[in-house]
């Protein structure tokens, strides 16, 4: 696929289209502000839905988490054949140069299943 905003928009798509997220998701609202020392994703996810929340809009309320990551960390979590210590987000959550949760642990917890599954769509259906 093309850029990383075709990427976001693939990925945006391919949560809105899965019945399990829909379903396992149907009563989780949440924001999620992930980024890296180059780039900045924000993103809300309600009641099944995901979108992402553009540059000057305020994140709806609800619960929130902040994810910070290097490039690798992130690029790892993306990569369906990334290695063992690095596949998922608990996992880069204990890794060195991982991912830290800044802000919002027990809402990440709250909403982890959900979380999960997104990642996973994005692993699997976005190229």
Do not use: Y
């Amino acid at each position: 696929m093309g850029t990383d905003t075709d990427r976001l928009n693939a990925w945006v798509l391919a949560v809105n289209d899965d019945a399990e997220c829909l379903h396992i998701g149907q009563f989780s609202h949440f924001s999620a502000d992930a980024h890296s020392a180059d780039w900045r994703v924000r993103v809300h996810f309600s009641a099944g839905v995901l979108r992402i929340v553009e540059g000057g809009e305020t994140l709806p309320s609800g619960d929130l988490f902040e994810l910070r990551g290097s490039a690798s960390a992130w690029h790892d979590l993306a990569d369906r054949n990334a290695p063992a210590r690095r596949h998922d987000l608990l996992a880069l959550m204990k890794a060195d140069d991982g991912i830290d949760v800044v802000e919002g642990r027990m809402e990440l917890i709250r909403h982890l299943r959900v979380v999960t599954r997104l990642v996973e769509i994005g692993k699997d259906r976005v190229e």
